[in-house]
C-alpha cells in the first residue's frame, strides 16, 4: 500500500521526539501497519538542532501542513488553546485525521473539535495529552471497557509530584523545591499551570469524560494546589502514616460525579504513595477487574513523542476502516454520552487533616472538638505537641468522612476562636477504596 504521510506542526520538545522516533524506528513502525509513514512537512518556527530535517519539506507557516492536499494525518504539537484550534479545525475541515499532545485543547475545546471530526469522518487522536509515555488512554477507553469504571486516582504532573517528593523524602519546603524544579527544567519560569494544578485539571477532565461516558466539562473540575503545603504538614502527616500527594480524582457517585485535583493524605502503603520524583500514575477501580495502576515517565521528548506515534500508528491502520466503526473518541458512542451531574466540591464526602496553631491554654482543645462535634464530625486522630519559646502550640487534627460543607462551617468557627492563630490548614484524605 502507498505511504501514509504525516504532517508535524511544532518541532519543540515532543515534535522533536515525535520525529526522531518516526525516523529511527522507522522498520518497525512499517512491520506494525502495514505500510510505511512518511513524514511530508514540518511547519515550525524554527529549526531544532536534535532533528536531522535533511530532505524535509519545513515551512514556517504552519497552516500550509493542514492545507497540504498530500498529507493524511496532522501532528498538532504546538500547545495553547487559541492557534492549535484553528489550525486543528481547518485540518478537519479538510478531511485530515488529527493527532495532538495537547490537553488544554482537548479538555476546553474536545466537544467541539470531536463534533467537527465526526461530521468530517475522521480520527482525533490525542494518547499523549496525558500521562506522556502511559498509554492510560488507550486503557481506559479500550483495555478496560468491559468494566463500569467506579473512580480513578492520579498522580498525572510531574513537577507537582517532584516538588511533593522531595519535601516528604527531605524534608525541604515548597519554595527550595520549586527553585530546584525550576533550574532542572520539570518547572516554567511560571509554575502556575503545575503547581497550582491547572494542567492535572486538564487531564482529569480529559480521563473522566473516557471513564464515565461524559461530555468533556473542564470548567466543572474544581482545582487546588499545593502552594500551601509546608514542611510541617508533611512531617505530620508522616507521624501518621500518611503521604501527601497531589492528585486528579473522579469518582462515580450515586448524586453524581465527582471531578477534583488537589493535595490528598494517602496511606504510605498505597501503590500511589511511592510513585517520586517526575514519574506519573494512574489508578483506575473497574467493577470487574478491580483495581489497576499503570506507571511510567510522564513527560519528556522520547515518553510523549512514543504516544504521539502510538496515535499515528493507530490512525494509519483505519484509514480504511468505515468511520462508524472505529473507536469513539470518548470510549462511548457519540449520541450516548451521559448528562450526569457533576457534584460541587462542598457536596464531596471524605476525611480531613486540619493543622493549626493554638494557644497553650486550658480550654481551647474542648472549644475546638465542641465545634467538630456539632457540625457533625467525628475525630480519628489528635496530635498536640509543645514547641519551645512560643505561646502558640501546633495542633492536628485527622477526622472520619464528612461532606466538604460541614468541614468548611467548621473550620470557620475555629479561625473564629481567639485562641486560634491563623488560618486553618485543610487537606483532604482520600482511602482509595
Known amino acids: 500500500m502507498k505511504p501514509v504521510k504525516v504532517g508535524i506542526c511544532g518541532l519543540g520538545t515532543v515534535g522533536s521526539g515525535t520525529f526522531n522516533i518516526l525516523r529511527d524506528n522507522s522498520n518497525e513502525i512499517t512491520r506494525r501497519v502495514g505500510r510505511s509513514i512518511m513524514i511530508e512537512q514540518i511547519g515550525a518556527r524554527r529549526d531544532n538542532p536534535s532533528c536531522d530535517t535533511t530532505g524535509i519539506n519545513i515551512t514556517r507557516d504552519i497552516f500550509d501542513v493542514v492545507n497540504n492536499p498530500e498529507i493524511d494525518i496532522v501532528i498538532?504539537?504546538?500547545g495553547g488553546t487559541s492557534i492549535a484550534k484553528d489550525l486543528v479545525m481547518q485540518a478537519l475541515e479538510n478531511g485530515k485525521h488529527v493527532v495532538t499532545a495537547n490537553k488544554a485543547?482537548?479538555?476546553?475545546?474536545?466537544?467541539?473539535?470531536?463534533?467537527?471530526?465526526?461530521?468530517?469522518?475522521?480520527?482525533?487522536?490525542?494518547?499523549?495529552?496525558?500521562a506522556g509515555g502511559i498509554p492510560i488512554i488507550k486503557s481506559l477507553r479500550e483495555g478496560l471497557s468491559a468494566n463500569r469504571i467506579d473512580w480513578l486516582a492520579g498522580i498525572i504532573n510531574g513537577t507537582g509530584n517532584f516538588i511533593m517528593s522531595e519535601m516528604s523524602q527531605k524534608g525541604r519546603t515548597?519554595?527550595?523545591?520549586?527553585?530546584e524544579a525550576q533550574a532542572l527544567g520539570y518547572a516554567e519560569a511560571d509554575p502556575t499551570f503545575d503547581v497550582e494544578g491547572i494542567d492535572a485539571a486538564h487531564k482529569l477532565t480529559i480521563l473522566a469524560s473516557i471513564a464515565f461516558g461524559i461530555p468533556l466539562q473542564f470548567e466543572k473540575t474544581y482545582t487546588e494546589g499545593i502552594s500551601r503545603i509546608t514542611a510541617e504538614d508533611v512531617a505530620f502527616a508522616d507521624q501518621l502514616g500518611y503521604v501527601i500527594k497531589h492528585l486528579g480524582i473522579a469518582r462515580r457517585t450515586t448524586e453524581g460525579v465527582e471531578l477534583r485535583v488537589h493535595p490528598a493524605l494517602i496511606s504510605s502503603k498505597q501503590l500511589l504513595a511511592n510513585v517520586n520524583g517526575v514519574m506519573n500514575a494512574v489508578m483506575v477501580k473497574g467493577d470487574a477487574v478491580g483495581p489497576t495502576l499503570t506507571y511510567g515517565a510522564g513527560a519528556g521528548a522520547l515518553p510523549t513523542g512514543s504516544s504521539v506515534v502510538a496515535d499515528v500508528i493507530d490512525v494509519a491502520r483505519t484509514l480504511t476502516a468505515d468511520p462508524t466503526n472505529?473507536?469513539?473518541?470518548l470510549a462511548f458512542q457519540a449520541d450516548s454520552l451521559s448528562n450526569i451531574d457533576v457534584l460541587p466540591v462542598e457536596e464531596v464526602e471524605c476525611g480531613f487533616f486540619l493543622n493549626m496553631s493554638i494557644q497553650d491554654k486550658a480550654g481551647v482543645l474542648a472549644n475546638i472538638t465542641q465545634i467538630l462535634s456539632k457540625n457533625g464530625i467525628s475525630i480519628e486522630s489528635l496530635i498536640?505537641?509543645?514547641?519551645?519559646?512560643s505561646e502558640l502550640v501546633p495542633l492536628v487534627v485527622m477526622t472520619h468522612d464528612v461532606k466538604e460543607k460541614a468541614m468548611n462551617e467548621a473550620i470557620s468557627a475555629i479561625e473564629a476562636l481567639p485562641e486560634v492563630s491563623g488560618p486553618v490548614q485543610r487537606i483532604r484524605v482520600e482511602s482509595l477504596l
Open 76 to 78: 498538532e504539537l504546538i
Open 105 to 130: 485543547l482537548i479538555a476546553e475545546c474536545g466537544n467541539e473539535i470531536f463534533a467537527k471530526a465526526q461530521e468530517k469522518g475522521v480520527i482525533v487522536a490525542f494518547e499523549a495529552a496525558v
Open 174 to 179: 515548597f519554595d527550595d523545591v520549586l527553585a
Open 326 to 329: 472505529r473507536v469513539p473518541h
Open 384 to 389: 498536640q505537641r509543645e514547641r519551645e519559646g
